[in-house]
């Protein structure tokens, strides 16, 4: 039988709580290096990676109801305080929400890759997103992306190659729940290894 998900306000964020541009230290109770990541699936990297860094603060977005309830209940039971979930789309909520040169990390792990070319549109990681993404970085930011679809990855790696004025492409650093032979140890990883997919991974700094 199912288990019963339940909701953590602590945990869960809510658009109207925010009264504007997000105020980190506000929503976090503490000022501290703030990681965001984008599409949260049930929150498999926020649980393992705010757990090994209890002094950095993560914000996940997750638009899916389904998956932002499983992550929202696992972070509850987990007893995680430096982790907010909000139920929103990541564009327009980065895009309206997030203000200049603030964030320290963006992860983004194995995002939709939309593979019908008319729907190539709808792909997170396009230039007008990844404008926002700069610009919310602080001097020294980081974005972190993986991927298993080898043409997503190579428009993402354009985009970014366009941006080398802001963005110099540095190693990717595993994440702390990766596993031997894995790089950020989340589900969609997991099952795209045991499909024996390669794994395409790009780290960036802003300069
Ligand atoms: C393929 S799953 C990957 C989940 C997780 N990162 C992992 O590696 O297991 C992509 C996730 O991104 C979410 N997502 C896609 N586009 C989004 C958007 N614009 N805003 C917020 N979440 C989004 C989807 O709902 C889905 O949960």
């Known amino acids: 039988m199912a288990r019963i998900l339940r909701d953590y306000p602590g945990v869960s964020l809510k658009i109207e709580d925010l009264n504007g541009k997000i105020d980190f230290a506000r929503i976090f109770g503490r000022s501290g290096p703030v990681h965001i990541e984008i599409g949260t699936g049930k929150g498999t990297f926020l649980l393992n990676q705010a757990q090994a860094e209890p002094g950095d603060n993560y914000l996940g977005i997750e638009w899916a109801r389904r998956y932002y309830r499983h992550a929202v209940d696992r972070i509850g ?3 995680l305080s ?8 990541a564009a327009a909520f980065i895009a309206d929400f997030v203000p200049d040169d603030l964030v320290d990390c963006f992860h983004i792990y ?10 190539h549109k709808r792909r997170f990681l396009c230039p007008t997103n990844l404008e926002h993404l700069i610009r919310c970085l602080k001097v020294r930011g980081q974005l972190r992306i993986a991927t298993d679809h080898a043409e997503y990855f190579e428009q993402i790696k354009t985009v970014v190659t366009e941006r080398s004025d802001t963005l110099e492409q540095i190693d990717f650093p595993p994440t702390a729940g990766a596993e031997t032979g894995e790089w950020v140890g989340t589900n969609f990883e997991r099952k795209y290894l045991k499909d024996q997919r390669p794994i395409y991974t790009l780290a960036a700094r802003k300069k």
Not at 82 to 89: A, E, L, S
Not at 110 to 119: A, G, L
């Open 110 to 119: 194995f995002p939709d890759p939309w593979p019908k070319k008319r729907h």
């Open 82 to 89: 430096n982790v907010r979930i909000i139920r929103t789309d």
């Open 77 to 79: 039971r987990w007893g």
